[in-house]
């Protein structure tokens, strides 16, 4: 093989080896794989710490939507969070207990509310389940 076919092919394997890195880097970071229980709650109390409702209706299960909409949910749950002046500071959460489709993660929630203006510290546990292949917040 000459000198010129040995360059076209390393440089054909450079290009094709960009594009796959550049695709793999441009990938959506959901993409890795599906959430576990453990990061399904942080992304849900992550949501509900910023007050992007519609997001942490996204993590939740059929049953605990109560048969609102997303938009419905968003907006009732928007309403009680400004009513009753709900700041989530804080979570910690620690490694999820899987038993087949249910899942329960412990968390440690610091936050404050109307009634709790410094805030408080309290002990969670929040039960997730498989619903289509994917953990969904069920209920704490």
């Excluded at 519609?54 to 997303?70: C, H, M, R, V, W």
Aim: proline share 3%; glycine share 8%; hydrophobic share 40%.
């Amino acid at each position: 093989m000459g000198g010129n076919m040995k360059n076209r092919i390393l440089r054909c394997a450079a290009v094709l080896f960009c594009l796959v890195l550049g695709g793999l880097l441009a990938m959506p970071s959901g993409w890795a794989g599906e959430l576990g229980p453990k990061e399904t709650v942080e992304k849900h109390l992550a949501a509900l710490q910023d007050y992007i409702f519609e997001e942490a209706f996204d993590y939740i299960s059929k049953e605990s939507t109560d048969g609102k909409t997303k938009q419905e949910w968003a907006d009732s749950t928007r309403k009680l969070y400004s009513s009753a002046n709900v700041k989530v500071i804080k979570f910690t959460l620690y490694p999820a207990k899987i038993e087949g489709n249910k899942a329960i993660v412990p968390d440690i929630l610091n936050a404050s509310d109307i009634f709790n203006k410094e805030g408080s510290t309290e002990y969670e546990l929040y039960h997730l389940v498989k619903e289509d292949g994917v953990w969904k917040v069920d209920r704490q």
